[in-house]
């Protein structure tokens, strides 16, 4: 709709970089969130250490990766051309299917964005993919995090550092996001294994994250913390779920709403209900939702992802 452009506003495009490796981490499966509900806290825990003592995650080998690459403006290639391209990395044990997939994600996400915010992005980031057996401390990235032997079992001392702050080991993760915003090739494939039922597009969600870590200007990142600030002193969503939860789950819940890719009820909070009990139905309607209830949040992710052109749709898909 043309009359959204004049509700993004045209920030400076000053430049900044960061250090930070691994922003947060996927939110918890359906699973995850009915051991969560039958269990407290105490039990869930104590399943996801039984979950670690599985031998797949302890098993450790420094893998091969194969590349697709994401230009300005959304063309993909099999190889690296001049000017800025976005690195769509995969181990080799991912098909071509969800390499292919992930390639085109990052694509429709990316398409529409200021050279200036893509250029940095691809300069500092990219995108992952991994299977199961991988695991996302495959990435060299990330490898730090892995579990190892000692730590079967164990969130504690000097095992803390292999789990997130609930108690899931980070070997264990659908995906992350940071310096490589990474995904199970299941959940790109949408296939019978696929940890979120095929309700949400987590590489969405984990790569917002490193869109904002890794892309942006400080100036964006001010107006996201004031908008986040704004919503959770005025309520206007749901504040006990996971997107009113860190700023960083703010933003990367609202990426996904925003291009129409959230089917998720714990998650968002209502953002993308579109003010009745089902689902909004479009990206129109999800961009318009997120303007009429907090256009604050609208701006930023205008800004990002259209460059102040919300009626540039990416034609996204929970699965794709």
Known sequence: MKIFQIFGSVLSRSLDATDTVVADTAPPTPLEMTLKSAYRQEGFEFIQKLISNNDSIHHHKRASFKHKYVGLGGRIQGTRGSGSWLDIEATTSVSESAHQRAASIASRMTMYMSSSIFST??????????TRADTLTVFPEYYSLRDTTACRGSCSGSCAHTCTFDGRKYASLAGTGGAVGCIVDDNILCDSNDPYRHQANML????AHTVKLYGIPSSIKSQITAAYNHARSNRIWDLSVYAMSTEEEYWAESSQVY????????????????GH???????????????????????????VYTNNHPERHSNLATCM
Do not use: I
């Not at 291009?259 to 579109?274: D, S």
């Open 121 to 130: 992005l691809a300069r500092n980031a990219k995108v992952g993919v991994f």
């Open 259 to 274: 291009f129409n890719v959230e089917k998720l009820t714990y998650t968002t909070g209502g953002m993308n209900t579109c």
């Open 277 to 303: 009990s089902g689902f909004c139905t479009n990206e129109q309607d999800s961009r318009y939702y997120l303007y009429t209830k907090d256009v604050q949040l609208y701006n930023a992710l205008t800004t």
């Open 204 to 207: 969405v969600h984990e790569f």
